[in-house]
């Protein structure tokens, strides 16, 4: 019957977990459209589009497959906010059993699925449209196939290596969607490949294994890439990826080449920073975590090597990046740190078990039989302990991550919308050129205008943002939306302008005419 009991508790912990972690997300979820990348995937997803670079295809494809299966829902924006917390619910039941995987403890599992969840940086990742939800969905995927190849690798049996193949093919598997859907996935090729060393040194005598996995890879990532260029024509589409040049312009991010900056510099600071936000996000945990990979190391420790150097790329490469919210850069450490735990928390109950049944046995003159019993109420007791300080600021962390009463994309949207005069242009920028384009193209308000963007300037060769309005005034009312602070300024000295919404152009503003022209 205990034994039953467990299986059914091991069995529904994760579930139980994910369900948690969702419920969190959805109840601080963005309840609309928002700006910036946000409001690109909310209308990417729904139209199957190009997102910006690197096209981000894995989460196109399930996207818009989500805004199917979840039309009772809510509108589209909605569908992709709820898409994202689905995902770090997913994150987090899966690491559930990776850490039960590892340790053979379920409440050691439950500590590091919850405290994965309810991590601030996870947890508002999960509150409106993203990538990063999914890249740590599949992340962990990744590593419990890998955990449980190399369980599997390492028994002589014939049927048992057969069973241990499947699971190092079907990582490949998994490791090329998580390419489809985020580059940082490439920062993982190298311990991914110590890890497979270190658990099969002849794994290159194996060459069918090998050919095998090199081609599941090859052709998920090549399925998914195709995305880009058949789906060219779709309404919202990034550069030009049906041309080869454009195509390699977006897979290649080439735009934001040049984004890593003095990678060597001030390691010392750089260390300091990473310090600073550990704390952030686990709090009086954070001292444990060195602790806990020498744990690992004791423990796992091809997995301390696997995990060891990836959390150490990521965080050189994050360090060093300067485009883009770093924040969330550092999910997939986040993630490994609570696995750390799990594993300190085993290595902890393994010793005091250990010292409990010894000091029984000589008293006994027997040998004891309770040491599970002791090593299970040991771990329970220590995955209480450490998830307690997360739960005890679950209040603070909501308010700081909800965004469940934020409207303002969809009340500026609406607002632009009624101020625009019939068959404007507007010379918008990424942050309102997104939710502009949500509108206009999934929604079908305002056909009529014509909303260009700094992308449509480069792929259309429009010269610059002076030479689009001054190439459209006295043919069409012209309106501008710019944040560059030198740009703001030419426009004031430029142009007669008329703020409609703000006291600049920062703001909805209509162009008037050229200044001293007589208009």
């Given at each position: ?8 508790v091991a069995l529904i912990a994760p579930v139980v977990v994910g369900i948690v972690v969702f419920t969190a997300a959805r109840l601080a979820l963005l309840p609309g459209l928002g700006y910036w990348d946000t409001a690109e ?456 302008l008329e703020y409609i919404d703000g006291n600049s152009a920062r703001s909805l503003t209509r162009v008037i005419g050229l200044r001293g022209d007589g208009q």
């Amino acid at each position: 019957m205990v034994t039953r009991l467990r299986r059914l508790v091991a069995l529904i912990a994760p579930v139980v977990v994910g369900i948690v972690v969702f419920t969190a997300a959805r109840l601080a979820l963005l309840p609309g459209l928002g700006y910036w990348d946000t409001a690109e995937y909310q209308a990417v997803g729904p139209l199957l589009g190009t997102a910006h670079p690197t096209g981000f295809p894995t989460w196109v494809i399930l996207a818009w497959l989500a805004s199917i299966v979840l039309q009772p829902f809510g509108d589209p924006a909605f569908r992709m906010n709820l898409f994202a917390a689905i995902c770090v619910g997913v994150a987090a039941g899966t690491t559930v059993v990776l850490a039960r995987m590892l340790t053979k403890s379920t409440a050691l599992g439950i500590l590091a699925g919850l405290g994965l969840g309810l991590t601030p940086a996870v947890w508002a990742i999960g509150t409106h449209a993203e990538t990063h939800g999914l890249h740590l969905a599949l992340v962990t995927i990744l590593l419990c196939l890998l955990v449980g190849w190399e369980d599997r690798a390492r028994d002589p049996a014939p049927a048992r290596q057969d069973a241990a193949d499947r699971w190092l093919i079907a990582a490949a598997f998994v490791f090329a969607l998580s390419i489809g859907n985020h580059s940082l996935t490439l920062l993982l090729a190298p311990p991914v490949a110590l890890f497979v060393f270190a658990v099969e040194p002849r794994i290159l005598r194996r060459r069918g294994l090998i050919a095998r996995c090199a081609a599941v890879l090859a052709v998920t990532v090549v399925v998914l890439y195709l995305e880009l260029p058949l789906r060219a024509s779709a309404p919202l589409t990034y550069g030009r990826p049906d041309t080869l040049e454009g195509f390699l312009y977006v897979v290649l991010a080439t735009q934001f080449q040049g984004s890593v900056v003095d990678p060597f510099g001030d390691l010392g600071g750089k260390l300091l920073t990473l310090g600073v936000r550990a704390t952030g996000q686990f709090g009086p945990l954070t001292p444990l975590i060195p602790l806990a990979f020498v744990a690992t190391i004791v423990r796992r420790p091809r997995y301390a090597l696997l995990t060891g150097s990836a959390a150490a790329i990521t965080w050189f490469f994050a360090a060093s990046y300067v485009n883009a919210d770093i924040g969330r850069y550092y999910l997939v450490p986040w993630l490994i740190a609570w696995t750390w735990l799990a594993l300190l928390g085993a290595f902890i109950a393994t010793v005091i078990a250990n010292a409990i049944t010894r000091s029984r046995d000589l008293l006994a003159e027997q040998p004891s039989r309770r040491y599970g019993q002791a090593a299970s109420v040991v771990a329970l007791a220590f995955a209480v302990l450490l998830i307690a300080p997360t739960l005890a600021v679950v209040p603070a962390r909501y308010r700081i991550v909800n965004e469940s009463r934020d409207r303002s994309a969809a009340h500026w949207v609406d607002r632009a919308l009624l101020s625009m005069a019939p068959d404007a242009l507007i010379v918008s920028w990424w942050s309102h050129s997104t939710p502009l384009w949500y509108a206009q193209r999934v929604e079908g308000r305002r056909p009529d205008l014509t909303i260009v963007d700094d992308r449509t300037i480069l792929d259309e060769g429009l010269g610059d943002i002076y030479t689009v309005i001054e190439s459209n005034l006295g043919v069409r009312p012209v309106y501008v939306i710019r944040d560059d602070v030198d740009q703001i300024a030419e426009l004031a000295r430029r142009y007669e302008l008329e703020y409609i919404d703000g006291n600049s152009a920062r703001s909805l503003t209509r162009v008037i005419g050229l200044r001293g022209d007589g208009q």
